[in-house]
Structure formats: C-alpha cells, structure tokens
C-alpha cells in the first residue's frame, strides 16, 4: 500500500507540467525584459558620454583652428594717456576713449589727453615711445642719418634710447630711423616742382639699417610745389610693410607757388586727413598694425584748422614741434604749437647742432623733455 501511494505521488497531470512550463517561461521573459532594459539605458548612456566628449574635442579644435582675436587694452591706453598728459591726478573714463578729466579744484577740463577713437590692436602709442634719428644717406646738413658711418650713427641711436629707458623705465623704447624720402629743392627740376625723390635703394637702405637695430622706419615728405595725392603712390609699396610709418614736413608745403626756402610753408587738416585715410587704407588693405603719422610743426600757421584734423583706428597722430633754439625758446614754441591745440599725440625735436648755438649753452635731456604738459611720446634726433 505504502509502494502505491507512492507512486500516485509522483504522477503529474499534464495540466500541472503546462502550469510549471508557462511560470518558468514568463520569469525568463520578464528578465530579459529588465536586462533589455538596462542595456539600452547603458547604450544611451555611454552614447551621450561619447557625443559630449565628441562635442569638447571639436571645440578644442576650432579654439586651436580660430583662437580669439586680441583686444587692445583700453584701460592701460587711457592711464597711459593720462600719465603723457602730465597733470595731476585724475579720474579716467573707459567709456569710449582716453577722458579729459579735469583739473584738481576747477570746472574747466584739461586739454590734454585729447579724446579720441581707440586704436586698432597692436598700436605702438602710447605703449611705447619712439625715438628716431632724422636725415638723409646724401646729404651730412639735413640729419644725424647721413653725418656719420652707419656703425657709429646706430651706436650713437642705441646710446639715445638706453638713456630714455633709464629716464622713463615705464614706458619701453622703440628705436626708429627717420629718412627724408622726398627732399624740397631749391631749384625746379624737370617738372617745376622743387622737390626729388631719393630712389628705391636708399629707402631699401634705410629699412635695412634700422633692422640692424629691431627698430622701425619713417618716410617723410617734403613736397615742395607737388602734393600729397601726387607724392604717396610713389612710396605706396613701403608703406605697405608693417615697419614702415609716415612723416609729413608743412614747412615745405608751398601752397602759394614760392620756391620752398623763402618762407615757411602750411598744411591744412584736409592735407593731414589725406595722409590719414590714405595709411588706413593700406592697413586695411594688408590687415597690418596701426600706422603713426608725424606731422612737423614750429608755427601756428604750419597746420591750419587742428580741429578738424581726425585720428584714426588705423592711424595714430603725432604733431612734432621741431623748432631749434635755447631749451627756454623751445620750450616756449612747445607751449604755443603744441601745448594749446590738441590731436592726439606730441612729439620733440632735439637738434644736435643747431641747440647749441649760441646762446644756447646745451641741448635737452629726456629728463627734461619729461616735465613737460604733455609728455612727447616720438623723440626725434637731427
């Protein structure tokens, strides 16, 4: 009986194994549902890594492919505009452009720094100063350039520009060569004009001597009976290279058909804002730094209507007095031409020879040159 009952026991209906089967099966299922589940979530997981990680790598690239373009710092440009304006101390505005602050204790503001459009990136002013002999290869009685063999004259020029570095430890020193590329004459020339053009291989000479000394050049122009309009293109291919900026010399601008000499010579502010917009074209043109533009000046009526003259992001302006004389007579032509008529920068003259001239019993010292409202930022040595 005991084997019987047994064996009754162990007998399954198929009903019953259908029941085990279809339990087992949905548990299987619902398992494979669950690791689908997270197989997927995995998948979508490590895809959003992938991508996130894609999207990093590709903006490291562009920001190495197209890095962010440089930006002038308007903030060191106005406090060192405020220092060349050489007043007390004042409040600076970053607003637009360098302030004219006032004096201490008064309504009336200062004249100096003149406000002015900032300039393009890599400006040279007022972040450093310049300082530059003056003259030509062929001539020993227009300029230090051509009274000395080049080795001297640039051990003369490195001599100039370490005292103004121990003077002014502030502001870094550029060192220039400053070359007469178009002369007045004193006789008309084929064409009447009273003025020659020194040749191409004199200015390659005056680019190649100032390399010597990691300094830049200045082609200045005296345009006798001729213009502007007429002496630029010939100098358009210089002009074009970063190194090279641009004098402009009134005294020798003969506006009334005198032969340059006989009297002194003017520019009005249409003549300067030729030259102006003319160098801004070219920078434009070659997407090149800021050009300087040195405008000479001893006389009030050398430049004429200042205050329409316009400085430019691609053009800084510099009105250089070069008059000659005893450091209190120069000091005084200073004050008068430069001092009272603002444009943008200042600039000074030290004649080697002609300073020294009775009665005057030396030539100015940078330490000098320092003290004065404002401070000239372009140095020129003749």
């Not at 503001?109 to 030509?136: C, E, H, M, Q, S």
């Not at 293109?233 to 032969?259: C, N, R, W």
Request: glycine share 6%; with cysteine; proline share 9%.
């Amino acid at each position: 009986m005991i084997r019987q009952s047994t064996q009754k026991k162990s007998k399954q209906s198929p009903k019953n194994i259908f029941f085990v089967s279809n339990r087992s099966f949905g548990i299987t299922i619902f398992f494979l549902c669950i690791l689908g589940i997270v197989i997927i979530g995995l998948n979508e997981l490590f895809a959003t890594e992938y991508q996130d990680s894609q999207s990093v790598s590709r903006k490291e690239i562009l920001s190495f492919i197209e890095p962010k373009a440089p930006e002038l710092d308007t903030a060191e440009y106005d406090r060192r505009m405020v220092l060349l304006a050489n007043y007390p101390v004042v409040k600076v505005s970053t607003s637009t452009s360098t302030s004219t602050p006032n004096a201490p204790g008064t309504t009336t503001p200062n004249l100096w720094p003149k406000k002015t459009v900032y300039p393009n990136v890599d400006a040279i002013l007022p972040f450093k100063r310049v300082v530059a002999y003056y003259g030509n290869f062929y001539s020993t009685r227009m300029g230090v350039l051509g009274e000395h063999p080049t080795d001297i004259m640039l051990t003369k020029l490195k001599k100039q520009v370490q005292e103004w570095e121990i003077a002014d430890p502030e502001t870094p020193v550029v060192p220039a060569i400053h070359y007469i590329a178009v002369t007045a004459q004193s006789t008309a020339g084929t064409d009447g004009k009273y003025r020659l053009r020194m040749p191409d291989s004199q200015i390659d000479e005056a680019i190649r001597v100032a390399s010597l000394v990691n300094g830049i050049v200045f082609l200045d122009i005296q345009v006798g009976l001729s213009t502007l309009e007429s002496e630029l293109p010939h100098l358009k291919k210089y002009l074009a290279l970063p190194q090279v900026h641009l004098g402009i010399d009134p005294e020798f601008s003969m506006k009334t058909g005198v032969k340059p000499g006989k009297v002194i010579g003017t520019f009005d502010a249409t003549d300067i804002n030729y030259a102006a917009n003319y160098l801004a074209h070219i920078v434009r043109e070659n997407n090149l730094p800021p050009k300087i533009l040195v405008i000479h000046r001893f006389t009030g009526p050398m430049i004429t209507r200042y205050k329409t003259i316009t400085p430019l992001p691609e053009v800084q302006v510099v009105i250089h007095m070069d008059g000659w004389g005893t450091p209190d007579k120069k000091i005084g032509t200073y004050n008068h031409v430069i001092l009272p008529e603002p444009v943008q920068f200042a600039g000074f003259k030290i004649f080697y020879k002609n300073d020294l001239l009775p009665p005057s019993p030396r030539i100015m010292t940078p330490a000098e040159l320092l003290k004065l409202k404002p401070r000239p930022i372009y140095i020129q040595y003749q």
